[in-house]
């Protein structure tokens, strides 16, 4: 299992990024994908998690209404649009498999003025 995430940079208040993660390694589309984010001395936290078709989604009550998770399983790449962002955003995000417990290397994602 590989995950290989990007998109991450510096944006001020209010902008948006999108982060991808491209996949290998397994059959992309059986399995549900998640995104998690880690900001300095704080724990991992769940972001967002998007089912194999991708007409499932589910957010924490914390990150419903920013984000929006998706995927492409033609092309093994599940995404994460990130809008209205706000410095609280600031954190390396990553990339998961739930059932595999696998991660990515992470992309870091700082909002900034």
């Known amino acids: 299992v590989q995950l290989v995430e990007s998109g991450g940079g510096l944006v001020q208040p209010g902008g948006s990024l999108r982060l991808s993660c491209a996949a290998s390694?397994?059959?992309?589309?059986?399995?549900?994908m998640s995104w998690y984010r880690q900001a300095p001395g704080k724990q991992r936290e769940l972001v967002a998690t998007i089912y194999t078709t991708g007409s499932t989604t589910d957010y924490p009550d914390s990150m419903k209404g920013r984000f929006t998770i998706s995927r492409d399983n033609v092309k093994s790449t599940t995404y994460l649009q990130m809008n209205n962002l706000k410095p609280e955003d600031t954190a390396v995000y990553y990339c998961?498999?739930?059932?595999?417990?696998?991660w990515g290397q992470g992309t870091q994602v700082t909002v900034s003025s």
């Open positions: 998961n498999v739930p059932r595999f417990g696998s």
């Open positions: 390694g397994f059959t992309f589309s059986s399995y549900r």
